[in-house]
């Protein structure tokens, strides 16, 4: 109820005010309204006003009349009071989650996994969709994108990125020329042609069509310089020097 005011009159004894039972009864009124909001009973006050918090932890506080209740920030947290309002800021930055290390962290649709017990962190697939990571460029108009093989070729295996100073990966489709590389012969999908030197042939049979920069050349396993070491025309590799006897030739035409 709205507080009940006795009327005193205008001036000292002039029979207008709040007779003295009805004055009592409006002051019976507003004592009753004030101990059935701060009593146990309607007719005791309790010692104190308080009420307890607890966290998640189960750990509880009692906070009484006259006590402050303060929310406080924290690493990468702050807090700021607005009339009624208290606001819990997060910075954009996020470091120092030590909460977490021993935690696995999960996003809302559960496609983004951190495990710090195995120091992995996933982009789950989904449906027909393959796990993969976005980078962009500085005006975040293009990206590229790191995509897992699908489900069909069941691979789980490592991808070990390049030791040394900075590379550049290699590409299946692009052109690119690689440097400081070693190639096995074993290796090469190639038509192969061996012969033996005798210390005066020159000129060896190839492929027509073959240029100097579609054979590979060795001598006894040695690697011969295009055009320094040798030339192609039409169907004959020609050698500046001819290959001394029982030199081993072989000709790789890729």
């Known amino acids: 109820m709205a507080k009940q005011t006795i009327n005193i009159g205008s001036i000292a004894n002039d029979g207008t005010g709040t007779t003295i039972r009805a004055g009592g009864d409006l002051i019976n009124d507003n004592f009753n309204e004030i101990y059935n909001y701060l009593g146990t009973d309607g007719s005791n006050l309790t010692q104190s006003f308080s009420f ?45 989650l030590t909460s977490v290390q021993t935690e696995t962290l999960t996003n809302n649709s559960g496609n983004l996994l951190v495990d710090s017990a195995t120091y992995i962190t996933e982009f789950r697939g989904g449906g027909s969709t393959e796990g993969q990571i976005q980078l962009n460029c500085a005006q975040n108009s293009h990206g590229q994108k790191i995509k897992a093989q699908p489900h069909s070729e069941g691979v789980t295996n490592e991808m070990l990125l390049p030791k040394g100073s900075n590379s550049t990966l290699v590409s299946e489709i692009a ?45 006894n396993g040695v690697f011969q310089r295009p055009t320094t070491d040798y030339g192609v025309s039409g169907t004959t590799l020609t050698f500046g020097t001819a290959p001394v006897s029982a030199d081993v030739i072989t000709i790789k035409e890729l």
Request: net charge negative.
């Open 52 to 96: 307890t918090i607890v966290d998640e932890s189960s750990t509880e506080s009692t906070i009484s009349l006259g006590e402050r209740f303060a929310i406080t920030g924290g690493t990468n947290l702050t807090s700021a009071v607005s009339g009624d309002s208290v606001n819990l800021t997060l910075n954009s930055s996020v470091t120092g």
């Open 175 to 219: 052109t690119q020329t690689l440097s400081n590389k070693t190639i096995g012969l074993g290796q090469l999908t190639c038509n192969t042609r061996a012969y033996t030197g005798d210390g005066s042939t020159v000129a060896f049979t190839v492929t027509n069509g073959q240029t100097v920069d579609n054979v590979l050349v060795f001598i």
